[in-house]
């Protein structure tokens, strides 16, 4: 199945992310400055009750989550207070959920024949989304669907039927438009993994040199590649620019570490006790979302807030209740999926 590639690819753990044809004017690769500050947030662990592993992949804007449990068994919604799980009709396993602010829930499943399919969802109501089967010399074999905004326009992938070839595309689900979306140094894999309210796209790609993520802004693309990593994917932008991901590190094989990517500047996202971090998502308020690894192996979704900073010693002495009187610190604010 397509999902087998995709892990192979990307070494997910589980089967768990408008306009014309775009057209690709400028390509630019970031000079990535290395990790070198480590932003404070605080953690939340998110478990839905009972089972014995969570995973978020989407957190909105009002801070409403969606995800996974439990191997694929059923996707969830939490709104910080109670959980619902839920899964289109027939489903078997499901895997990366998105949801916009509007209630939108978009994501993809195995149906009864382990057939891979996308959809989407508004209330009780499923759409069952197919890619078009028409790119010259191609089938499609399996369709994805990651994110969508508030506008409706949703970002994901098809597989041909071999399941040799991935393609992105943007969707607009109010004229079920589909439009490619092109990485020129891409070869077999491209990935949509998340968009916002401008429209821009992250992703992750193949080419000849490695697997990396990327930034779609305006036809402009940025190449994301966390320093020193093997692998590197981008999975949410938020409307201020600022992306989170995941990726692997040389040195350690298949861990999963996750980051925050912030105007070219890296901040390595580790969650407290975890052995390995995967981040999924942002909203514009700057919480991320994702889920981590404890020391025994088991998965936990978690939502992290970060930790406003001082700037001065006053601030310092209100956060602290310490006189600091030879030591001001001064941090410079840099940010230090995949399943």
């Given at each position: 199945?397509?999902?087998q590639?995709?892990?192979k690819?990307l070494?997910?753990?589980?089967?768990?992310k408008?306009?014309?044809?775009?057209?690709?004017?400028?390509v630019?690769?970031?000079?990535?400055?290395?990790?070198?500050?480590s932003?404070l947030?605080?953690?939340?662990?998110?478990?839905f009750?009972?089972?014995?592993?969570t995973?978020?992949?989407s957190?909105n804007n009002?801070?409403?989550?969606?995800?996974?449990?439990t191997?694929?068994?059923?996707?969830?919604?939490f709104?910080?207070?109670?959980?619902?799980a839920f899964?289109p009709p027939g489903?078997?396993?499901?895997?990366?959920?998105?949801?916009n602010?509007?209630?939108?829930?978009?994501?993809?499943f195995?149906d009864?024949?382990?057939?891979?399919?996308?959809?989407i969802?508004?209330g009780d109501?499923y759409?069952?989304?197919?890619y078009?089967a028409?790119?010259?010399?191609?089938?499609?074999?399996e369709t994805?669907?990651?994110?969508?905004?508030?506008?409706?326009?949703?970002?994901?992938?098809?597989?041909?039927e071999?399941?040799?070839?991935?393609?992105?595309?943007?969707?607009?689900?109010?004229?079920?438009?589909?439009?490619?979306?092109?990485?020129?140094?891409?070869?077999d894999?491209?990935?949509?993994?998340?968009?916002?309210e401008?429209n821009?796209?992250?992703?992750?790609?193949?080419?000849d040199?490695?697997?990396?993520?990327?930034?779609?802004?305006?036809?402009e693309?940025t190449k994301l590649?966390?320093p020193?990593?093997?692998?590197t994917a981008?999975?949410s932008?938020?409307d201020?620019g600022?992306?989170?991901?995941?990726f692997?590190?040389?040195?350690?094989g298949?861990?999963?570490?996750?980051?925050?990517w912030?105007?070219?500047?890296f901040?390595e996202?580790?969650?407290?006790?975890?052995t390995?971090t995967?981040?999924?998502?942002i909203?514009?308020?700057?919480e991320i979302?994702?889920y981590?690894?404890d020391t025994?192996?088991?998965k936990h979704?978690?939502v992290?807030?970060?930790?406003?900073e001082?700037?001065?010693?006053f601030?310092?002495l209100?956060?602290?209740?310490?006189?600091?009187?030879?030591l001001?610190v001064?941090?410079?604010?840099n940010?230090?999926?995949?399943?």
């Amino acid at each position: 199945m397509s999902i087998q590639s995709l892990k192979k690819d990307l070494h997910l753990p589980d089967k768990s992310k408008i306009c014309s044809v775009v057209a690709i004017a400028a390509v630019s690769f970031s000079v990535s400055l290395p990790a070198n500050a480590s932003t404070l947030y605080n953690f939340q662990t998110i478990d839905f009750p009972g089972q014995t592993e969570t995973a978020v992949s989407s957190i909105n804007n009002s801070g409403q989550m969606v995800g996974t449990f439990t191997a694929g068994q059923s996707a969830f919604l939490f709104d910080g207070k109670k959980f619902t799980a839920f899964k289109p009709p027939g489903a078997g396993e499901v895997y990366i959920p998105g949801i916009n602010d509007v209630g939108q829930i978009v994501g993809s499943f195995f149906d009864a024949e382990d057939i891979p399919r996308a959809y989407i969802k508004k209330g009780d109501t499923y759409k069952i989304i197919n890619y078009p089967a028409n790119p010259p010399a191609v089938t499609v074999g399996e369709t994805g669907i990651s994110d969508i905004n508030n506008s409706g326009v949703a970002v994901g992938y098809y597989f041909d039927e071999d399941f040799k070839i991935s393609r992105a595309f943007y969707l607009d689900t109010n004229t079920n438009t589909f439009t490619p979306i092109t990485i020129p140094e891409a070869t077999d894999r491209t990935y949509a993994w998340g968009n916002n309210e401008l429209n821009q796209v992250v992703g992750s790609y193949r080419s000849d040199k490695g697997f990396y993520g990327y930034f779609l802004d305006q036809g402009e693309i940025t190449k994301l590649e966390f320093p020193g990593s093997s692998l590197t994917a981008a999975y949410s932008v938020n409307d201020a620019g600022t992306i989170v991901g995941s990726f692997f590190r040389q040195e350690t094989g298949r861990n999963l570490y996750g980051f925050v990517w912030n105007n070219g500047v890296f901040t390595e996202i580790k969650a407290p006790g975890s052995t390995q971090t995967f981040v999924s998502s942002i909203n514009d308020s700057g919480e991320i979302a994702g889920y981590y690894f404890d020391t025994v192996g088991v998965k936990h979704g978690f939502v992290a807030t970060k930790v406003p900073e001082p700037t001065t010693i006053f601030g310092s002495l209100l956060a602290f209740g310490v006189l600091l009187t030879n030591l001001v610190v001064k941090r410079k604010g840099n940010y230090s999926k995949l399943t």
